[in-house]
Nanobody, 126 residues
Framework: QVQLVESGGGLAQAGGSLRLSCAAS????????MAWFHQAPGKEREFVAA????????LYADSVKGRFTISRDNAKNTMYLQMNSLKPEDTAVYYC???????????????????WGQGTQVTVSS
């Protein structure tokens, strides 16, 4: 079992920044592939970014490349999403997810992830 708790969401202006955190407990964090997804009202959940268990490999959605940075601190059992140059279209609930089966293979598909957090709201005003 893995428990995931997101934090750091809130209201930001367009062009601003926010940093999301995902604290994990339960199964050994350092062996999990981790990812961020988001879901806007009326839309399906979409992939944002993923990172391998070692942190050596990352994957980003085209819409956030160059603006968002995913990272992790295995000593603190925490993953982060630094969001810069925010746009109104980034407004969504952001979820962190854990894949406990593939250590060094990232995926953008939500079905590959086994555990999910409850989400944190990010709202970007224009």
């Amino acid at each position: 079992q893995v428990q995931l708790v997101e934090s750091g969401g809130g209201l930001a202006q367009a062009g601003g920044s926010l940093r999301l955190s995902c604290a994990a407990s339960g199964r050994t964090f350092s062996t999990n592939v981790m990812a961020w997804f988001h879901q806007a009202p009326g839309k399906e959940r979409e992939f944002v970014a993923a990172i391998t268990s070692s942190g050596r490999t990352t994957l980003y959605a085209d819409s956030v490349k160059g603006r968002f940075t995913i990272s992790r601190d295995n000593a603190k059992n925490t993953m982060y999403l630094q969001m810069n140059s925010l746009k109104p279209e980034d407004t969504a609930v952001y979820y962190c997810a854990a894949d406990i089966r593939r250590f060094e293979i990232v995926s953008k598909w939500s079905k590959e992830y086994d555990y999910w957090g409850q989400g944190t709201q990010v709202t970007v005003s224009s």
